[in-house]
């Protein structure tokens, strides 16, 4: 008999008209690293707000015991008073208060009707200190970086006493160097006896750190298995339902032509935070062409693409810009749409989509005004128009009047992908094309690449997952500090050659 | 049929539910009243009564939308129509030119705003504010000395007072006004069998013809009561026609253009769609400019309407038209609201004081009423969105 700390029996939550989760049993043993993982959609999230009590007892069936006795969590406080907490992809923290302040907040150190300040500082040092973090704790949180940030998430977990940690897709928004701490971590922690349930999307980090694993495909739990010998293969085959034999698809045909964007000595200079973010960099892309862009975050890969894109950040700019052999200066992003760039941002939720305005407002938005006839909109073109890119990109939705908020991740991105393929773009910058997605979705948008180069556009595909680089790039930049650091083709490089001239200051 | 109504109704309660209350309201009061409420004449009366607080209430409904506010429109309006006073009894000025000169001021004003609040970045809320205590100074100054304006022009006193001429000259029933119902009815009809057409060529989920039928019999009925109401009396208002044509304008362009597409997504998400090539100080300066317009619009009914300028006009009208904005289901997070709820919104309002006036209730309970009505409304469009989503 196992020992288990927590055990999800026959779990079944449905969302109007759709069975989110479908009797699912879920075991944890004590002290162990569970890693569950499933595409986008496939119920992780729900199965672990079902856990936390983010969904109401009686708002699910099926039962949850933790530490053996049947669980009713009403909120999320019931939760963190067993001793389960999570950490979201989306980080809690104040970013105005103080390190100490945040790693106590809504459970705060009294002494009578008063907060303990002393002890509230020494406290969460000695906490830090049981990850092996010694800092000034009255520094406030947002001058740190988002890989300590997450560290300090994982601090306010230990000062409640935490026995089951949920990390939720903790190293989605880290770079390298950043996640492989935060891995180590929670090995860490299992050596004090803490049990984690970690979400991921990235199957290198789970096969690294796993004890078991979990797969969820469409609510259901296809398979659990213990971490020996398993290979990425395997688990991708029960994440699909299929097997992929090639996630980056070869392109039938190599057609790059002449150079049409190139830019020659290019600073940029964040007024607000007062750093210059990019540092006379030279670069250039030719027809039919993906260039991908590497670096570690922070190395201001999004900043360069932005400072090309008209410049919305309004940055101190210097240097030459040429767009098919002319010298331009774009002042807004609408000049730069015109002469026939594009950027999908990195961000969907927040610049990248409106969430609010459904499937095709959303496509139509950046280039309106070609389906304007008059001073009105032409709305039987409008819908013509989105529902071509609908089928043409597999955008699943039950129509095109459906609102951006309602779609998986992987269905806003391909909405995004729409909308600036919409604008007729000769140059697209893809900026993180696939963060958060699942396999399926990004193995869609990869061939989509293929067919785009193919037909003569450039792309820019910023990411920091080195393999998608590696996979997909004709030529490779690396960025390092706001520098190009190295230019490599796609042939010589490999992850070492990037990570070298990522890591080169 | 009768599940499908039931649905329908469930599905779009948040759309239908001011509607119920507006028709639950006119139900009490006329009760109440004994009939009196739903009179000709009283009806009529209601429509000019709510005229100057529905143009704003359209303005403001655009501001909200993209997240700001302007509290400037209730004493701006009064010291436009200050203004408007002042040209024609000191100056002489005839009618029209006048309109124009208030209407550029109006404007002139409007971009102001939405300069400070685009362009230097300062909060709207306070560069408003302090367009508010400038334009209270502005009237007070404007009407120092003379103290109340009287304003002796029948033409412009008609815009707040007269009805729109009967070609016919009938006795008994005012029949220009019966054609425009008449042609509004048809425009409606055909505009909505179009719609419908259109949908079910996209396969796009339609209503059954039955429902179909009885929602375009049930509204013709509707517009064609008020407008029998109103030709029976002593015909259409001047008011209630430029409030309707501002209605037409405003709600083609949120709902047909590019501007208002744009409008909509600037409140939406401004990152997004200042990254989609969308002008956030564009939109901006346009909304409030528009607001501006509206806001001299509002001066110069409410001056016709009372024959006067008085220091005191414009009075609290800002959160008159934020409150019936509201109650028209905007969203303060931005990029929902309509433009003809808001109006709805104001007719709720106008109806809860005319109702309250007329059964003799005290101006006391009358704030208290309708600051309940206010906050139900609300609390109202805040649950049903959140079971929408």
């Known amino acids: ?505 | 049929m009768f599940n499908e109504l039931k649905t329908i109704l469930k599905k779009n309660i948040r759309e239908y539910g001011m509607y119920i209350a507006l028709a639950f309201i006119m139900l009490i009061f006329t009760i109440l009243t004994d009939g009196l409420f739903l009179s000709a004449r009283n009806i009529s009366n209601l429509f000019n009564q709510m005229g100057y607080i529905a143009v704003l209430a359209v303005g403001m409904t655009l501001v909200i939308v993209i997240r700001h506010i302007d509290l400037s429109v209730g004493f701006g309006s009064g010291f436009i129509g200050a203004i408007a006073a002042i040209l024609m009894m000191r100056f002489n000025f005839p009618i029209i030119p006048t309109i124009l000169i208030v209407f550029i001021i109006g404007i002139a004003i409007g971009l102001m705003n939405g300069f400070f609040i685009s362009y230097i970045g300062i909060p709207a809320f306070v560069a408003t504010l302090a367009g508010m205590m400038i334009f209270r100074g502005a009237l007070l100054v404007s009407t120092e000395g003379t103290g109340t304006i009287i304003i002796l022009n029948d033409k412009f006193n008609g815009i707040g007072n007269g009805y729109i001429p009967d070609i016919f000259k009938n006795e008994n029933i005012h029949i220009t006004t019966l054609l425009i119902g008449f042609v509004i009815i048809l425009l409606y009809i055909f505009s909505e069998i179009r719609s419908r057409k259109n949908k079910m060529k996209y396969q796009f989920d339609v209503l059954s013809v039955k429902i179909f039928t009885l929602k375009m019999l049930l509204i013709s009925v509707i517009i064609g009561y008020v407008f029998w109401t109103l030709a029976s009396y002593n015909g259409m208002s001047w008011t209630f026609l430029i409030v309707l044509i501002v209605a037409f304008i405003y709600h083609i362009i949120a709902t047909k253009t590019p501007l208002g597409r744009h409008i909509y997504a600037v409140g939406g998400n401004p990152e997004a769609a200042k990254l989609s090539g969308i002008s956030i100080n564009k939109i901006t300066l346009f909304v409030f400019g528009s607001m501006g317009l509206l806001t001299a619009l509002s001066g110069i009914l409410y001056t016709s309407r009372f024959q006067s300028a008085t220091p005191t006009a414009g009075t609290l009208f800002e959160l008159d038209a934020i409150a019936a904005a509201y109650v028209g289901g905007v969203s303060a997070s931005g990029g929902v609201g309509k433009v003809t709820n808001s109006i709805v919104g104001a007719l709720v309002m106008a109806s809860l004081i005319n109702g309250m006036n007329l059964i003799g209730v005290g101006i006391s309970y009358q704030y208290i009423i309708r600051g309940a009505v206010l906050v139900a409304a609300v609390v109202f469009d805040i649950k049903t969105r959140n079971k929408a989503s």
């Open chain 1, 1 to 505: 008999m196992s020992d288990f700390i927590l055990e999800m029996k026959n779990i079944t939550k449905e969302f109007p008209g759709v069975k989110a989760l479908d009797n699912v049993n879920f075991n944890v043993e004590r002290g162990e690293i569970h890693c569950l993982i499933g595409e986008n959609g496939s119920g992780k999230s729900t199965l672990m707000k079902v856990l936390s009590g983010f969904f109401p007892h009686g708002n699910y069936k099926g039962n949850i015991l933790f530490e053996g006795k049947e669980q009713k969590f009403k909120t999320i406080y019931d939760s963190e008073k067993t001793g389960i907490v999570t950490i979201y992809q989306e980080l809690a923290l104040s970013p105005e208060l103080s390190i100490y302040e945040n790693i106590f907040l809504g459970h705060e150190i009294k002494s009578g009707a008063f907060i303990d300040w002393n002890k509230t500082i020494s406290e969460s040092g000695k906490v830090l200190k049981k990850l092996g973090y010694t800092m000034d704790t009255s520094k406030k949180i947002k001058d740190l970086g988002v890989g300590i940030q997450q560290i300090i998430e994982i601090a306010k977990a230990l000062s409640k006493n935490v026995k089951l940690l949920i990390l939720d897709e903790p190293t989605s928004a880290l770079n390298e160097s950043d996640s492989e701490n935060l891995l180590n971590i929670i090995k860490e922690l299992k050596n004090h006896g803490v049990t984690s349930i970690l979400i991921s999307h990235k199957l290198k980090e789970v096969l690294s750190v796993a004890d078991t694993i979990t797969v969820l495909r469409d609510g259901e739990a296809v398979k659990t298995l213990k971490n020996d010998n398993v290979s990425e293969k395997e688990i991708i085959k029960y994440m699909v339902g299929r097997e992929i034999e090639d996630i980056y698809p070869k392109r039938s045909s190599e057609n790059i032509g002449e150079k049409i964007f190139e830019i020659k000595n290019w600073s940029a200079y964040d007024r607000q935070i007062g750093k210059q973010v990019v540092k006379s960099a030279q670069f250039n892309i030719k027809k039919g062409e993906i260039v991908g862009i590497a670096g570690l975050i922070g190395a201001g890969r999004t900043e360069l693409a932005l400072s090309m894109f008209g410049n919305p950040k309004n940055y101190l700019l210097k240097g030459e810009l040429f767009f098919n052999g002319n010298s331009k200066k774009f002042k807004t992003t609408t000049e730069a749409i015109n002469a026939g760039m594009a950027y999908v941002s990195e961000d969907r939720k927040g610049n990248g989509l409106i969430l609010d305005f459904d499937i095709k407002t959303n496509i139509t938005i950046a280039n309106i005004m070609k389906i304007t006839k008059g001073i009105f909109i032409n709305e039987n073109e409008e819908i013509i128009v989105s529902e071509n890119y609908r089928e043409s990109l597999r955008i699943k939705s039950h129509s095109i009047e459906q609102k951006a908020v309602n779609l998986s991740g992987g269905n806003q991105q391909k909405v995004s992908l729409a909308k600036w393929l919409f604008v007729k773009p000769k140059l697209l910058i893809l900026d993180e094309p696939t963060r958060g997605i699942d396999v399926g979705a990004k193995f869609e948008i990869y061939t989509l690449m293929n067919r785009l180069v193919e037909e003569g556009l450039s792309i820019i595909m910023i990411s920091s997952e080195l393999p998608e680089i590696l996979g997909m790039s004709d030529r490779i930049y690396v960025m390092s500090g706001g520098k190009i650091s190295g230019e490599l083709t796609g042939k010589e490089a490999t992850q070492e050659k990037i990570m070298t001239m990522a890591v080169d200051y």
